[in-house]
Structure formats: C-alpha cells, structure tokens
T-cell receptor
Framework: KAGVTQTPRYLIKTRGQQVTLSCSPI?????VSWYQQTPGQGLQFLFE???????NKGNFPGRFSGRQFSNSRSEMNVSTLELGDSALYLC???????????????FGPGTRLTVL | GESVGLHLPTLSVQEGDNSIINCAYS??????FIWYKQESGKGPQFIID?????DKRQGQRVTVLLNKTVKHLSLQIAATQPGDSAVYFC?????????FGPGTRLSVLP
C-alpha cells in the first residue's frame, strides 16, 4: 500500500506570493491533517479535514487555508507569504478523525517551503 | 496555554546502551500520548502510544512510562542501535488536536 505522498517536495517563493501544497493520503484514509514544522516551534497543528469538511483548526492566521476533495486528497494554501512561513509542511492521514483512539496517523515526507 | 516540552534537546548514547528520552507536558487534562521518530528527510513515524489510565506500555525494544503526578513522559529504547538515530517527539492530546514537543535528537555512537 502506498504511503502518504506530498507534492512538491521543495518550493521556493518570495514574500507576498501565495503557495498551494498537495497531499494524497493512504488509500482508504478519510482524515487528513496538516502541520507546520520549524526548528523553533516544532510541530504545530494547522487543520484537519475529514469527509471534505474542516473539523479542527489550529492557531494560525487566515492566510492559511485548506480543502479536501471527494477522493480525500487535500490541498493547503498560504497567501501573502511571510519570511516566517518558511518551514516543513507535513501532511498526515488516518482512517478516522484524529480524535479517535487507536487511530494512527501516517505522515508524509513533507514539503520544504522557503520564503525569500 | 497547553504545551509539551523536552528536557534534553540532544542525547548521545553508545551503541548497545539503553536510551531514555524525557518529555514534560503542562496540560493535566491530556489523556493520550504518542512518541514519534523522525529520520532525516522523512515525516514522523509512530513508535508507541499510551493512554492516561496506564503507567507503562511496552513495545519492541521500546517502553513508554507515564507519570501523571508530575506530568512526565519518557521513552526508553533498549540496546540502542545506529538505526535509532533520529529526532524523537512526544505528543499529547486531550480531545482532538495533538500538541507536539520540539524534539530530542538521539545520536548513537559506535
């Protein structure tokens, strides 16, 4: 079974631009969560999508948004990029919503975003 | 707000020795904890989890200990191998979202 895939793996943007990242979950998984990982803050939860609906959202500004399609693939968008948005963006999929116990999340390799 | 932290940002151990990675959490309402391993260039990988109604849980070469009194979590790796070299994260949850610590880098010395 293929794992979680994320595209692109690396991305360089300049301040003010916008970016869209893509995540394909493991086949059959309906929950997709997004995380931002930086050396200083570690892993921080962005949002979770389940059955095409955003179920949870972390403490990030409205510039960060996402969506999920009927095939469970998900995209996240960051508008008006800032230098501080440089990070590794990780996507994780699971069978059920992440609040469920015994519901392991499987992470993708991440997209490394650099904002210049 | 709630937070999860680690006592040691880096840990070096001799191959074959046991490793202990510690984690402190601040939210006493947290009832579910996970340890993840992240190797260079890869996403975090689930190692072991524990619920708050347990004090100890064992896996293959790994043991997680939970002390709710002092809000402390630890991961013990027996007979540490070179392949164990990675960054280890603890994560806690009390409902829906997970809160992750900054991570501890484990280096295994030959």
């Amino acid at each position: 079974k293929a794992g979680v895939t994320q595209t692109p793996r690396y991305l360089i943007k300049t301040r003010g631009q916008q970016v869209t990242l893509s995540c394909s979950p493991i086949s059959g998984h309906r929950s997709v969560s997004w995380y931002q990982q930086t050396p200083g803050q570690g892993l921080q939860f962005l949002f979770e999508y389940f059955s095409e609906t955003q179920r949870n959202k972390g403490n990030f500004p409205g510039r960060f948004s996402g969506r999920q399609f009927s095939n469970s693939r998900s995209e996240m968008n960051v508008s008006t990029l800032e230098l501080g948005d440089s990070a590794l963006y990780l996507c994780a999929s699971s069978l059920k919503r992440t609040s469920g116990r015994n519901n392991e999340q499987f992470f993708g390799p991440g997209t490394r975003l650099t904002v210049l | 707000g709630e937070s999860v932290g680690l006592h040691l940002p880096t840990l070096s151990v001799q191959e074959g020795d046991n490793s202990i990675i510690n984690c402190a959490y601040s939210n006493s309402a947290s009832d579910y904890f996970i340890w993840y391993k992240q190797e260079s260039g890869k996403g975090p990988q689930f190692i072991i989890d524990i619920r708050s109604n347990m004090d100890k849980r064992q896996g293959q070469r790994v043991t997680v200990l939970l002390n709710k009194t002092v809000k402390h979590l630890s991961l013990q790796i027996a007979a540490t191998q070179p392949g164990d070299s990675a960054v280890y994260f603890c994560a806690e949850s009390h409902g829906q979202n997970f809160v992750f610590g900054p991570g501890t880098r484990l280096s295994v010395l030959p």
